[in-house]
């Protein structure tokens, strides 16, 4: 076999961190509705969350296909 099949070129992808940050969400442990910030998760779980911008997602299945299909 050749050698290049067991090495790896490109780095591993790690699992990204999705969290939207709420509108009242100031700093580290601050926040403008008096709530305790202080760590991650912590906007998204609250009763007065409300993110900032709407996050658009790519649907990466559904773009690797159309790309798969543009080939043939």
């Keep these: 076999m ?3 099949c067991h090495e790896r070129k490109e780095k591993p992808n790690m699992a990204k961190y999705r969290e939207v ?6 700093a ?11 760590h991650r998760t912590y906007c998204q ?3 007065k969350y409300e ?3 709407k996050v658009r997602t ?3 299945k559904k773009a690797y296909n159309e790309r798969q299909r543009s080939k043939y």
Excluded: D, F
């Design 28 to 38: 580290l442990g601050e926040c403008s509705k008096g709530r305790n910030a202080c």
């Design 45 to 47: 779980h609250c009763s």
């Design 2 to 4: 050749p050698e290049q």
């Design 21 to 26: 940050p709420c509108r009242y969400y100031l």
């Design 58 to 60: 790519i649907n990466k």
């Design 51 to 53: 993110p900032r911008a």
